[in-house]
């Protein structure tokens, strides 16, 4: 091993044992008062409640940066960081049997190199109403009733890796707020199928916080999101439940069950926004297409022993994205650098790599839950391994990326520490299109610990 890879893997190391030393509550044992939050009940049942919640996840990283990243005009090869991946207060109600709320706020990626003082912001602001049963439910507000697949909407308490599968979230704040828009929905469960379908009003591009690549006035056939005033967004995602079914009362779907659950779902999606994309044409006309998206899953989640509640869970997806010729966006989830030098490659700066684009995305997870109490009152652990590959139209390479890691179960989702890595590739413009380069590729360990109550 070269001698600068066995200095990255020393840091590393030190990095995630001093963090644990502070992230794991030793003797922190599950208790039944956590699987229902802060829950008050009225009118004496159990029908009529509020329900508060709260979840925060803290990282612990170590990255090897994209070649010529900066960090405030400083080149940095590697670096080691911490913050708050995610903080999230939410609060749901029955209001009546047939009326149902749900409110959540929080914020997102606080770390040293983001703006000081960051606010707290609305994710989720939804009233539904059942006209049948659980058959026919309608609502509206701010939602994240999403289409495309089943990790278009996921359920931050319950992933199942350390991150959410980021690359179903295909339009991820940049016309929806983190995943959410405002909206309408229809949604139910007719026997073992499950729908949920919605009609949306995507946020303008021009709004968004992110860089947005604008439309070049040169570049032919290369595709980028439209600043005119965007058009209704329809999407819908459906899934058969062959054994037992879940709950869905809010949008956000489990990575994991732990054992408590036998599951076998095949679904399928799609997303249409009408000329949410546009393109120079050769003639330099600018020429507008739908932004357009089908996809196909099956997720496992099945206890081997209903006792022991060791289990496995399973998901596979295929997603074909449509986004007008060449769409290709890059992106770093919680990215440590903010800047790139003279000797940048086409990935851009920190832990960014080409992550949504026009094409085809298959994208897989796998993981073993031991038995309960494997470690007495220290939980239990769950090794997982997940793997994505997307053939963009833009790239002349696939993109390959590789996540290993444990969760350990020190009670549950309700604390629980993730020890995640994961392997990304690095592209370069070339004479022949834009390759990935298997010399450059690039890795980060990160340390998790959730507490969700």
């Given at each position: 091993?070269p001698?600068?890879?066995?200095?990255?893997?020393r840091?590393?190391k030190?990095i995630?044992l001093?963090?644990?030393?502070?992230?794991?509550?030793?003797?922190?044992?599950?208790?039944?008062l956590?699987?229902e939050?802060?829950k008050?009940?009225f009118?004496?049942d159990?029908v009529?409640?509020?329900?508060?919640?709260?979840?925060?996840?803290?990282w612990?990283?170590y990255?090897?940066n994209?070649?010529?990243?900066?960090?405030?005009?400083?080149?940095?090869?590697?670096?080691?960081?911490?913050?708050?991946?995610?903080?999230?207060f939410s609060?749901?109600?029955?209001?009546t049997?047939?009326?149902?709320?749900y409110t959540q706020a929080?914020?997102?990626?606080?770390?040293?190199?983001s703006a000081?003082k960051s606010g707290?912001?609305?994710?989720?602001?939804?009233?539904?109403?059942?006209?049948?049963?659980n058959?026919?439910?309608?609502?509206?507000g701010?939602?994240?009733?999403?289409?495309?697949?089943?990790f278009s909407?996921?359920?931050?308490a319950?992933?199942?890796?350390?991150d959410?599968?980021?690359v179903?979230?295909s339009?991820?704040?940049?016309?929806d707020?983190?995943?959410?828009?405002?909206g309408?929905?229809?949604?139910g469960e007719?026997?073992?199928?499950?729908y949920?379908m919605?009609i949306?009003?995507?946020?303008?591009?021009?709004n968004?916080?992110?860089?947005i690549v604008?439309?070049?006035?040169?570049?032919?056939?290369q595709?980028?999101?439209?600043t005119r005033a965007?058009?209704m967004?329809?999407?819908?995602?459906?899934f058969w439940?062959?054994m037992?079914?879940?709950?869905?009362?809010?949008?956000?779907m489990?990575?994991?069950?732990?054992?408590?659950?036998?599951?076998?779902n095949?679904?399928?999606g799609?997303?249409?926004?009408?000329n949410?994309?546009?393109?120079?044409?050769?003639?330099?006309?600018t020429?507008?297409?739908?932004?357009f998206?089908l996809?196909?899953d099956?997720?496992?989640?099945y206890?081997?022993?209903?006792?022991k509640?060791?289990?496995?869970?399973?998901?596979?997806?295929?997603m074909?994205?449509q986004f007008?010729?060449?769409y290709?966006?890059?992106?770093?989830?919680?990215?440590?650098?903010n800047?790139?030098?003279?000797?940048?490659t086409?990935?851009g700066?920190?832990?960014?790599f080409p992550?949504?684009?026009?094409?085809?995305?298959?994208?897989?997870?796998f993981a073993?839950?031991?038995?309960?109490q494997?470690?007495?009152?220290?939980?239990?652990?769950?090794?997982y391994?997940i793997h994505?590959?997307?053939?963009?139209?833009?790239?002349?390479?696939?993109?390959?990326?590789?996540?290993?890691?444990?969760?350990?179960?020190?009670?549950g989702?309700?604390?629980?520490?993730?020890?995640?890595?994961q392997?990304?590739?690095?592209f370069?413009?070339?004479a022949?299109?834009?390759?990935?380069?298997?010399?450059?590729?690039?890795?980060?360990?990160?340390?998790?610990?959730?507490?969700?109550?």
């Amino acid at each position: 091993m070269p001698a600068d890879k066995r200095k990255d893997m020393r840091i590393a190391k030190r990095i995630l044992l001093a963090a644990s030393l502070f992230a794991v509550p030793v003797g922190f044992t599950q208790n039944k008062l956590f699987e229902e939050g802060l829950k008050i009940t009225f009118k004496n049942d159990s029908v009529h409640y509020i329900r508060a919640s709260i979840l925060s996840q803290f990282w612990t990283r170590y990255n090897h940066n994209n070649p010529g990243s900066l960090l405030n005009g400083t080149e940095q090869e590697h670096v080691a960081d911490f913050g708050i991946r995610r903080l999230r207060f939410s609060v749901q109600g029955q209001v009546t049997k047939s009326t149902f709320f749900y409110t959540q706020a929080g914020l997102n990626n606080l770390n040293s190199i983001s703006a000081r003082k960051s606010g707290l912001f609305i994710h989720d602001v939804t009233v539904d109403q059942q006209l049948y049963k659980n058959i026919i439910v309608i609502g509206g507000g701010l939602h994240g009733y999403n289409g495309t697949s089943r990790f278009s909407s996921s359920g931050v308490a319950s992933i199942l890796g350390m991150d959410l599968p980021v690359v179903m979230e295909s339009t991820n704040d940049v016309t929806d707020q983190f995943g959410r828009k405002y909206g309408v929905y229809l949604k139910g469960e007719v026997s073992k199928l499950n729908y949920r379908m919605s009609i949306s009003k995507p946020f303008p591009v021009q709004n968004s916080l992110n860089f947005i690549v604008p439309l070049s006035p040169t570049a032919i056939n290369q595709a980028a999101f439209s600043t005119r005033a965007p058009q209704m967004n329809y999407a819908g995602y459906f899934f058969w439940q062959f054994m037992e079914k879940e709950t869905t009362k809010t949008p956000y779907m489990s990575g994991s069950y732990l054992g408590k659950k036998r599951i076998i779902n095949l679904g399928a999606g799609a997303q249409y926004q009408k000329n949410a994309m546009w393109y120079r044409s050769a003639g330099l006309d600018t020429v507008s297409v739908p932004l357009f998206q089908l996809g196909v899953d099956i997720f496992v989640d099945y206890a081997l022993n209903p006792d022991k509640k060791n289990a496995v869970t399973a998901y596979a997806a295929y997603m074909n994205y449509q986004f007008g010729p060449d769409y290709i966006r890059n992106a770093g989830v919680f990215n440590v650098a903010n800047g790139v030098g003279p000797n940048s490659t086409f990935n851009g700066a920190g832990n960014a790599f080409p992550l949504i684009g026009t094409g085809h995305v298959f994208y897989s997870q796998f993981a073993y839950k031991f038995k309960d109490q494997l470690l007495g009152k220290q939980g239990t652990l769950q090794p997982y391994f997940i793997h994505s590959h997307a053939k963009y139209q833009a790239l002349a390479s696939p993109v390959q990326v590789f996540n290993i890691g444990l969760n350990w179960l020190i009670a549950g989702q309700n604390s629980k520490l993730s020890l995640d890595y994961q392997s990304r590739p690095v592209f370069n413009q070339t004479a022949t299109g834009i390759l990935a380069d298997p010399s450059l590729r690039r890795g980060q360990v990160v340390l998790q610990y959730q507490l969700s109550i």
